[in-house]
């Protein structure tokens, strides 16, 4: 049987995209209050922002939105505004997609952490996956498991303290549609949701991207597998 945290709240990253998106649902089904928490990082488009907020005004959440733009002043990604293509290696490891953005996953929860613990919100829910890894070393489970034992560490509530859910690590994105279909959410996902790189909002059959890009390439054939296996 699930655990159901009918009795306290949780925190979502949301993005605005496909998976965060799914684990809002899947956070509102299972906890007393559930709030979101989304964030500014000089990524190459703002949409993400305004897709989080429309998002959270039809689920009825609060979302709280940070600006952390220094983070492109820091660190090196083509994910960020005014730089190369998405599509080629990480200048600082070609195994490496150029869309990795080091550390942050590890800021995105320790600065939601912080925001969770202002709100009475210990559960922390994030959309990181391990099953479609991409080479990001900040969506593995071992990093996950790390950092709640660090965020613990930093910050003792004794037994309030910080629980990471990560209901998507080990599913595949054919699996993550059929769970969004299981929550109800399917056409949330496939009409508002957008996880394309490069921001296009042109209308597909898995969704809103321009099709060519890592993500919206990794969202078809996701999306044509469950079409295939659950949908036949």
């Not at 005004?57 to 600006?67: F, N, Q, T, W």
């Not at 560490?153 to 303290?161: I, M, S």
Request: with cysteine; aromatic share 10%; glycine share 8%.
């Amino acid at each position: 049987m699930e655990e159901v945290f009918n009795k306290e709240d949780a925190l979502v990253l949301l993005s605005g995209g496909q998976d965060s998106t799914t684990c809002l649902y899947w956070a509102l089904k299972k906890f007393q209050k559930v709030s979101a928490i989304s964030f500014r990082y000089g990524q190459k488009h703002s949409i993400e922002t305004a897709v989080a907020e429309g998002i959270c005004r039809e689920a009825s959440v609060s979302l709280k939105v940070i600006d952390i733009s220094f983070m492109k002043n820091l660190v090196v990604s083509n994910l960020f505004e005014n730089t190369e293509d998405v599509g080629g290696k990480h200048p600082l490891n070609e195994e490496v997609p150029s869309s990795y953005v080091p550390y942050r996953n590890m800021i995105f929860l320790t600065l939601a952490a912080a925001w969770g613990s202002t709100i009475g919100a210990r559960h922390l829910v994030t959309g990181v996956c391990e099953t479609d890894f991409s080479g990001y070393a900040d969506c593995r489970d071992v990093f996950i498991k790390s950092l709640q034992v660090s965020l613990n560490l930093a910050a003792d509530f004794k037994d309030n303290g910080n629980v990471i859910h990560t209901p998507l690590m080990w599913l595949t994105k054919a699996e993550e549609f059929r769970l969004a279909e299981e929550l109800d959410c399917m056409d949330v996902i496939i009409n508002k949701t957008i996880t394309c790189y490069n921001g296009v909002t042109e209308m597909n059959d898995f969704g809103m991207g321009c099709g060519n890009c890592p993500s919206c390439k990794l969202r078809r054939k996701g999306y044509e597998e469950y079409v295939g296996k659950y949908k036949q």
